[in-house]
């Protein structure tokens, strides 16, 4: 019980408390280039939440496997080549591992959909080669690493795959919604110093604005499901 509770709050923080554009304001380069139709919004959140699972999968594989201090791989290798000696410390090539990780994740996503989908290709334009430098989910991998080194309570691959999920369809809730927002937004008499880009970034604050009220669900959501399981 204790375990699904922490996965439900990781969950929910990264798709509604915490959410990485709302919240951390990372990732809005696409949350604003692409949010102008709810269908390429859509797409496009789908597009980053696969790569945001594969990467976050990959990294704390690559992670606790390779760049941890005393990883199993570079010990047993420095092991074999010198033996007297302290393996050495990997964990300096995390950005590096870590964004070749992310662009093979992307170049993966856009051959698959440019393949299957080519209107939907054709819709991102640049967009999807860019979600190889969108710093949400090199965010996620960093947060993921981070949570492994926890004093506390390191995470494990569970951990980092519900997470990469949460963030990704949280991702996927802000861009819809402020797709949303944005098409409305054509049918309303605009002032025209306020047009393009002023009025979607404002739209964007007050969105932000409106997921503060979640703020301190999770201590609630705790409270409330260690009361229940110690009644």
């Given at each position: 019980m204790e375990t699904l509770t922490q996965l439900f709050l990781i969950f929910f923080s990264a798709a509604i408390i915490n959410n990485f554009v709302l919240h951390y304001f990372v990732g809005v380069c696409p949350f604003l280039g692409v949010s102008k139709r709810a269908d390429a919004a859509f797409g496009m959140g789908a597009a980053v939440t696969f790569v945001m699972v594969v990467a976050c999968s990959a990294t704390w594989c690559l992670t606790y496997f390779v760049l941890a201090p005393g990883a199993p791989v570079p010990a047993y290798v420095w092991n074999l080549l010198a033996p007297d000696a302290a393996p050495p410390d990997l964990s300096i090539l995390s950005y590096v591992a870590y964004i070749f990780v992310i662009a093979g994740s992307v170049q993966f996503v856009e051959l698959y959909v440019r393949k299957m989908f080519p209107a939907l290709h054709k819709s991102f334009g640049i967009f999807l080669p860019l979600i190889t430098t969108n710093c949400a989910i090199m965010f996620a991998c960093?947060?993921?690493a981070r949570e492994m080194r926890s004093p506390v309570q390191a995470w494990g691959f569970t951990e980092a795959l519900v997470l990469a999920l949460g963030a990704g369809l949280g991702f996927t809730l802000a861009i819809v919604l402020m797709a949303g927002l944005r098409e409305e937004l054509e049918l309303c008499d605009v002032p025209k110093a306020f047009?393009?880009?002023a009025i979607a970034l404002l739209v964007a604050g007050i969105?932000?604005?409106a997921f503060m009220g979640?703020?301190?669900v999770d201590r609630g959501l705790a409270e409330f499901?260690?009361?229940a399981s110690h009644p």
């Amino acid at each position: 019980m204790e375990t699904l509770t922490q996965l439900f709050l990781i969950f929910f923080s990264a798709a509604i408390i915490n959410n990485f554009v709302l919240h951390y304001f990372v990732g809005v380069c696409p949350f604003l280039g692409v949010s102008k139709r709810a269908d390429a919004a859509f797409g496009m959140g789908a597009a980053v939440t696969f790569v945001m699972v594969v990467a976050c999968s990959a990294t704390w594989c690559l992670t606790y496997f390779v760049l941890a201090p005393g990883a199993p791989v570079p010990a047993y290798v420095w092991n074999l080549l010198a033996p007297d000696a302290a393996p050495p410390d990997l964990s300096i090539l995390s950005y590096v591992a870590y964004i070749f990780v992310i662009a093979g994740s992307v170049q993966f996503v856009e051959l698959y959909v440019r393949k299957m989908f080519p209107a939907l290709h054709k819709s991102f334009g640049i967009f999807l080669p860019l979600i190889t430098t969108n710093c949400a989910i090199m965010f996620a991998c960093l947060m993921v690493a981070r949570e492994m080194r926890s004093p506390v309570q390191a995470w494990g691959f569970t951990e980092a795959l519900v997470l990469a999920l949460g963030a990704g369809l949280g991702f996927t809730l802000a861009i819809v919604l402020m797709a949303g927002l944005r098409e409305e937004l054509e049918l309303c008499d605009v002032p025209k110093a306020f047009r393009g880009a002023a009025i979607a970034l404002l739209v964007a604050g007050i969105l932000a604005m409106a997921f503060m009220g979640f703020a301190g669900v999770d201590r609630g959501l705790a409270e409330f499901f260690a009361a229940a399981s110690h009644p």
